[in-house]
């Protein structure tokens, strides 16, 4: 069975840098992108970027660009997401998922998420 | 950048009734790559429908998606109660890979 299990919820001080994880199993760390999701509370889904396992190449969405760094490790099929520069409008659920085939894709499996308050 | 555009934004149904939700696209999406997502409280999105059409394994036929260009729909044949939830579309033709801003299903 495929599943993305991510760290546990955060609270971050502003200007600070969060740094979320994501383990995965039940396939080949290297055969799937993962990409990372915002919701803020209340809103719609945003996505952030993503990552290829395999060389480690990434995008990111232009909103994110420059705070964002997506990581994958091979050793622990575990992605990684940091984001700099915290305010309080990222306070927000923060979900992993993975697609094959190409860097824009759907997103067939996803972890349960991972809520981030900024607060001070 | 694509603006997906979900109506309505709320959609007061009774279980058993079809539900219709629709998304519109500020440009045609390429190869119609438009996917579903079915969300419910605390939970994280579940994919319904990919490639404008295609259904998972696991995904009741009572759901279809159809559509290309810049205008799809989803549509739930017959509403059981576990159905309603919010219901957000997505297109990844192009990048940036964007969403729609949701569509509420609610119990009439």
């Known amino acids: 069975e495929v599943q993305l299990v991510q760290s546990g919820a955060e609270v971050e001080k502003p200007g600070t840098t969060m740094k979320i994880s994501c383990k995965v199993s039940?396939?080949?760390?290297?055969?799937?992108?993962v990409y990372w999701v915002q919701q803020a509370p209340g809103k719609g889904l945003e996505w952030m970027g993503v990552?290829?396992?395999?060389?480690?190449?990434?995008i990111y969405a232009e909103k994110f660009q420059g705070r964002v760094t997506i990581t994958a490790d091979t050793s622990t099929d575990t992605a990684y997401v940091e984001l700099s520069s915290l305010r309080s409008e990222d306070t927000a659920v923060y979900y992993c998922a993975i697609g094959s085939g190409a860097f824009l894709r759907y997103f067939e499996t996803w972890g349960q998420g991972t809520l981030v308050t900024v607060s001070s | 950048e694509i603006v997906l555009t979900q109506s309505p934004v709320t959609l007061s149904l009774s279980p058993g009734e079809r539900a219709t939700l629709s998304c519109r696209a500020s440009q045609s999406v390429s190869g119609s790559y438009l996917a579903w997502y079915q969300q419910k409280p605390g939970q994280a999105p579940r994919l319904l429908s990919y490639?404008?059409?295609n259904r998972p394994t696991g995904i009741p036929d009572r759901f279809s998606g159809s559509g290309s260009g810049t205008d799809f729909t989803l549509t739930i044949s017959r509403l059981e109660p576990e159905d309603f939830a919010v219901y957000y579309c997505?297109?990844?033709?192009?990048?940036?890979?964007?969403f729609g801003q949701g569509t509420r299903l609610e119990i009439k």
């Open positions: 490639g404008a059409s």
């Open positions: 039940g396939y080949t760390f290297t055969d799937f992108y």
């Open positions: 997505q297109q990844y033709g192009s990048s940036p890979i964007t």
């Open positions: 990552v290829d396992p395999e060389d480690g190449e990434t």
